[in-house]
């Protein structure tokens, strides 16, 4: 917990919604936790409310967003990466080849296996859904006050 910051009531853990604490788990990491929880809750509903054209699944967001650092990459690389099966992630980019979003070709270090990669439609989308949430960011962080837009600033190493 931060010293000396008072946590608005809706942030302090009820004892009727959160399960009681087991032996050593410090009030920071359940702090820490439900926060995580709803920040990533209120992203997820803001992007819909504010942006309604983006329709895309967050799972496959998350896939955009790692062939747009790691492209291209196999399947098997993707669900690792993103700690899901691999039928899970060759599910996903099926969809995401049907929306033309990636292309899936034979990789030429293993002409066994296949490659995925973005397309162009696919960089355009992960461009817009990123530009999106930076402003719903920047509109976010500007309601702050200085001491706590610093907080957040000087957190974010940490959390990477």
């Known amino acids: 917990m931060r010293p000396g910051y008072r946590y608005p009531t809706s942030a302090q853990p009820s004892s009727e919604v959160s399960p009681p604490r087991s032996a050593g788990q410090a009030p920071d990491a359940r702090l820490l936790t439900e926060a995580v929880t709803r920040l990533r809750r209120a992203l997820r509903a803001s992007i819909r409310t504010d942006y309604p054209w983006e329709t895309l699944p967050m799972a496959q967001v998350e896939l955009l967003q790692v062939l747009g650092e790691h492209s291209p990459a196999r399947v098997s690389d993707l669900a690792s990466r993103q700690r899901l099966a691999p039928s899970t992630v060759s599910g996903l980019i099926g969809q995401m080849i049907t929306a033309g979003l990636?292309?899936?070709?034979?990789?030429?270090?293993?002409?066994r296996?296949?490659?995925?990669?973005?397309?162009?439609?696919?960089?355009?989308?992960?461009a817009a859904w990123t530009t999106a949430h930076e402003r719903r960011m920047?509109?976010?962080?500007?309601?702050?006050?200085?001491?706590?837009?610093?907080a957040i600033a000087d957190a974010l190493p940490a959390l990477f």
């Not at 990636?102 to 002409?111: G, L, Q, S």
């Not at 296996?113 to 989308?125: F, H, I, R």
């Not at 309601?143 to 837009?149: E, F, K, Q, V, Y």
């Open 138 to 150: 920047d509109t976010a962080l500007t309601a702050l006050d200085d001491s706590d837009r610093a």
């Open 102 to 111: 990636v292309t899936r070709d034979v990789d030429a270090a293993d002409r």
């Open 113 to 126: 296996a296949s490659v995925v990669a973005l397309t162009d439609a696919g960089c355009e989308k992960l």
